[in-house]
Nanobody
Framework: QVQLAESGGGLVHPGDSLRLSCVAS????????VAWFRQAPGKEREFVGS???????DYADSVKGRFTLSRDNFKSTAFLQMNSLKPEDTAVYYC????????????????WGQGTQVTVSL
């Protein structure tokens, strides 16, 4: 079974960029769809975007045009490039994986990373 580990979070200013990485250990990463979710304090976990096994992507409306998902199957890594960050993007960001396809719903994923904190503040 795949295990996931996120990295790349940090404290940035509004308008800055960050790139999050989700490294998978285990077998057959190229057969997994990967999604990113985020959870701000006091709020429910929300879908950010997803990339399925063949590279097709989907994004939440709140991040369209600012965030870009990609994957490098040789490195078993998925990336979330975040540009033009806003204070409302502040949250713990999680990557999640499931076989082949992706879903908007966190309950559809059983494989999760530990999360990485992103803070956008003046």
């Amino acid at each position: 079974q795949v295990q996931l580990a996120e990295s790349g979070g940090g404290l940035v200013h509004p308008g800055d960029s960050l790139r999050l990485s989700c490294v998978a250990s285990g077998r057959a990463f190229n057969s997994y769809g990967v999604a990113w979710f985020r959870q701000a304090p006091g709020k429910e976990r929300e879908f950010v975007g997803s990339i399925n096994y063949n590279g097709a992507t989907d994004y939440a409306d709140s991040v369209k045009g600012r965030f870009t998902l990609s994957r490098d199957n040789f490195k078993s890594t998925a990336f979330l490039q975040m540009n033009s960050l806003k204070p409302e993007d502040t949250a713990v960001y999680y990557c999640a994986a499931r076989g082949f396809s992706t879903s908007l719903y966190s309950d559809d994923y059983r494989i999760w990373g530990q999360g990485t904190q992103v803070t956008v503040s003046l």
